[in-house]
């Protein structure tokens, strides 16, 4: 089942076919560095048991619709304070995309998608209270938290959303986790 999609990207839950790409790309060396690429038993294992249950907040799986090809995860999860603890009404949205397809704009694509659907229930909201658009994620809410390349941290910026990024390794940031923080008002998708 589609929950989110735009004109090159597809996100849905996760199913027993993506396990085989999910392996692939996990254990790929320059995707993981600085991190070690883990033994396939345990891939398998993170695969069953955390990556491919729903959640009502967290990673969907991603298709490259031109290739109808798994690619990887990407999604929003709950943001969490220092001290552990969920932090109400705010996200970090995460992109752990395979090699072959860095560099093509894709994190851009679905940082856009997911901060304008994290932003849809604010602004149906203040025009409509009863309304709810049918692509917003189950927890979504009026602040969010993104992932993004440094464009999409200069669009974010330009919508009035702050960044902070820590990226994972020094080249393109595709894998990598970035906070953007704004309110329903501030965040524009375009």
């Known amino acids: 089942m589609t929950i989110l999609q735009t004109n090159r990207l597809l996100f849905r839950n996760h199913i027993p076919a993506d396990l085989e790409p999910y392996c692939e790309i996990e254990s790929d060396p320059v995707y993981r560095s600085p991190q070690k690429v883990h033994p396939r038993t345990e891939l398998e294992r993170s695969f069953r048991e955390s990556v491919s249950p729903p959640k009502p ?3 969907l799986a991603t298709v490259f619709k031109p290739d109808d090809k798994y690619i990887g995860r990407c999604g929003l999860y ?3 304070g220092d ?3 969920v932090i109400p009404g705010e996200a970090v949205l995460a992109f752990y995309f395979a090699r072959p397809y860095w560099g093509r704009g894709l994190a851009t694509e ?3 998608a997911f901060i304008h659907t994290a932003s849809e229930p604010c602004a149906s909201r203040a025009s409509s209270p009863a309304q709810t658009p049918k692509t917003t994620p189950p927890s979504a809410s009026c602040k969010s ?4 390349t440094p464009k999409a941290a200069k669009a974010a910026a330009t919508a009035g959303i702050t960044t902070n990024c820590e990226s994972s390794r020094g080249s393109p940031m595709t894998k990598q986790e970035c906070n953007v923080s704004g309110s329903g008002s501030d965040i524009v998708s375009g």
Do not use: C, I, V
């Not at 938290?145 to 993004?148: E, F, P, V």
């Open 57 to 59: 907040m967290g990673l």
């Open 78 to 80: 709950p943001r969490r």
């Open 83 to 85: 001290d552990g603890n």
């Open 110 to 112: 679905a940082g856009r």
């Open 145 to 148: 938290s993104a992932s993004s």
